[in-house]
């Protein structure tokens, strides 16, 4: 997602936009630019980086305006860089335009234009969206605001536009579908952002743009319509929230807000990918190297802390589902212990940031040897997605809680499609096996909403154990990751020792631990494993040891055994570690908190571990 800003009234605008992009830099920092209208000239100001590093750069430049936008990147198509960055100008350069969202469908629209003779800049979405609208207004010699109303129509996908030209001076020209807008409404003056956080110091009356409208902004003229060009009458409403917590979107804190977002970052992840309708799965990533994939001598997974855990559940799969081996790796032991890797061999790396200097350094050691590497991250553009041969984005925005959530399960969720899709191709999987998974795939995302309904009894059960020395997570199979990101959750936000381990292994003596002070997590989802789970639930049970279970709705054993447990929707076990982590992380959260611990800046912890 991106942050977007405009402003037109009596204010110079510049000052007003940069504040804001600031304000909204949560929601990605790849690139910010600004486009400022004055006496019919229109000057756009552009740079990757963060907004301070734009803000450097517009030490001497003309930012005399009454009229502006801005806008704050975390790049979707076309990786970071001065020329990706918004806002982009029209073939003319008459107008300019910042985007917030994803057209799905605008390389057809890129094609027919590049047919028309027209060449482009960048390698965004927006810049094909912004000439379609130019080439529309010009051949139907109509205004700019039918020509955005035309081309509208015609896009797939999600947007929030913010459009000025030179020819209308005091006018900014905004239009939302998926992606949101607020209009503040002031004396002389509108503002317009996509939440109210660069809003708020000015005034508390605003509108919330809804899908479909088309506003029509000047500094004492707010004009609301549909796409159908009907004139709506807009419903101002009063701010109750205090800037902090609007740019946390009303949560406490970020890394509630992120566990909040799964269901729509996961289908997110999903989108224009896996079909159950269609029975596909396209991942350009995996389809355009398959040959690399499917005759891989074997698969090496490299990753650090949440992602190795990822990389942990994708062993289990692909084993299952493909049938080629695998092996994960901790990527700082990887770079330091002379691994063999030889030409064939095929090497997954996952990481949120793409920054991860051990991942990294693991990766360039590992090309140099002939890997072909396959990155799944979720900063577009990063080092990591930068030095992959293929990949497959999470697509999971800008991840601001230092403990990862959002980005986890989204990892978990392409390497689920890219374990199907090889199978699918290797002839590994039954067409019925694989649809019923691309079902069960299609039904996470209300999962995860309806597991997050009842979040408040995971609060309840961490005040309970907060004052816990230590805690014990156990799980089996596609669980047994989860059992470990469970535990690393509740260390890294809660500072509470914890240690996760396959259930079966505690009777080789881990289970010397427990005692009635002793908190122990099971992951007891029904699954293959799940009369074993019982038996050492039974074993922890006869220790006196405490037990907290994350069980299958209607469990009434798991639960007859536990101190306190928590139901999750059913769903086939390879798939499952998408709810059961859930829990989990709400769990961590609550620990966290109840012990009034900054949960979205750990101490000693970093977003990024960008040093060796
Ligand atoms: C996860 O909650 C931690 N913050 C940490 O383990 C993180 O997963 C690890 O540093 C890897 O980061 P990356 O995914 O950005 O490479």
Redesign the pocket.
């Known amino acids: 997602m991106c942050g977007i800003v405009g402003y037109t009234g009596h204010r110079q605008a510049y000052p007003v936009i940069l504040k804001g992009l600031k304000r909204l830099e949560y929601r990605g920092y790849d690139s910010s630019g600004v486009a400022l209208l004055k006496d019919g000239v229109l000057n756009v100001y552009k740079k990757k980086g963060k907004v301070a590093e734009l803000e450097e750069s517009m030490i001497g430049k003309n930012i005399d305006a009454q009229i502006g936008i801005g806008h704050t990147r975390w790049a979707t198509h076309g990786e970071p860089s001065d020329r990706n960055a918004h806002p982009h100008s029209s073939k003319s350069g008459k107008i300019a335009m910042i985007h917030n969202g994803i057209i799905e469908n605008y390389a057809l629209i890129k094609q027919e234009l590049v047919n028309k003779g027209y060449s482009f800049t960048s390698d965004t979405d927006t810049e094909v969206l912004l000439n379609f609208i130019e080439d529309i207004k010009n051949n139907n010699e109509c205004s700019l605001e039918e020509a955005i109303r035309i081309a509208l129509k015609r896009v797939t996908g999600a947007y929030c536009i913010l459009v000025v030209e030179q020819d209308n001076p005091d006018t900014i020209i905004a239009a939302r579908k998926g992606s949101p807008l607020v209009i503040g409404i002031g004396k002389g003056e509108h503002f317009l952002a996509s939440d109210a956080s660069p809003i708020i110091e000015y005034t508390k009356e605003v509108v919330y743009v809804n899908d479909y409208e088309l506003a029509i902004v000047k500094p004492d003229e707010l004009i609301l319509k549909n796409i159908g060009n009907e004139k709506i009458t807009p419903f101002i409403t009063k701010l109750d929230m205090e800037l902090a917590a609007i740019e946390k979107g009303g949560y406490d804190h970020f890394m509630l807000k992120e566990i909040f977002e799964q269901p729509s970052t996961i289908f997110d992840c999903l989108r224009g990918r896996l079909d159950s309708k269609e029975s596909t799965i396209k991942m350009s990533g995996v389809d355009l190297n398959i040959e690399h994939i499917i005759n891989a001598n074997r698969i090496m997974i490299v990753?650090?802390?949440?992602?190795?855990h990822a990389g942990l559940v994708a062993e289990y799969i692909i084993e299952e589902l493909c049938r080629i081996p695998v092996e994960v790796e901790y990527a700082s032991e990887f770079r330091y212990r002379n691994p063999i890797v030889n030409k064939g061999d095929l090497i997954i790396a996952?990481?949120?940031?793409?920054?991860?200097a051990d991942?990294l350094v693991a990766l360039e050691k590992a090309k140099e040897d002939g890997a072909f590497i396959f990155g799944v991250v979720?900063?577009v553009g990063s080092s990591?997605a930068r030095i992959s041969n293929a990949g497959a984005y999470t697509h999971a925005g800008p991840e601001i809680g230092?403990?990862?959530?959002k980005?986890?399960t989204g990892q978990l969720a392409v390497l689920i499609m890219v374990a199907l899709s090889i199978a699918k191709h290797k002839g590994t999987i039954t067409d019925a096996r694989f649809n019923e998974l691309l079902v069960e795939m299609e039904q996470i995302p209300e999962k995860v909403d309806s597991i997050l309904k009842n979040a408040e009894q995971l609060k309840v059960i961490a005040e309970k154990y907060k004052d816990a020395s230590d805690f014990l997570f156990l799980g089996r199979g596609y669980n047994f990751p989860i059992a470990l990101e469970g535990a690393?959750?509740l260390k890294?936000i809660s500072y509470i020792h914890a240690e996760g381990y396959p259930a079966a292994e505690m009777k080789h003596g881990p289970i010397a631990l427990v005692d009635e002070n002793l908190p122990v997590v099971f992951i007891a989802t029904k699954d293959q494993y799940h009369e074993k789970i019982v038996s050492n639930m039974q074993e922890i049970k006869a220790r006196k040891g405490k037990i907290i279970s994350i069980i299958t709705e209607g469990d009434k054993v798991s639960a007859e055994l536990s101190n306190d447990c928590f139901a999750i929707p059913t769903a086939d076990e390879i798939i499952a570690p998408l709810l059961t982590v859930i829990p989990l992380q709400l769990l961590s959260y609550y620990v966290g908190i109840a012990k009034g611990i900054d949960v979205d800046k750990p101490r000693n912890?970093a977003?990024?571990?960008t040093v060796e």
């Open positions: 990753a650090c802390g949440t992602s190795w996952i990481s949120q940031s793409g920054e991860t991942t979720n900063a990591i230092v403990a990862s959530t980005a986890f690393l959750k890294e912890l977003k990024s571990v």
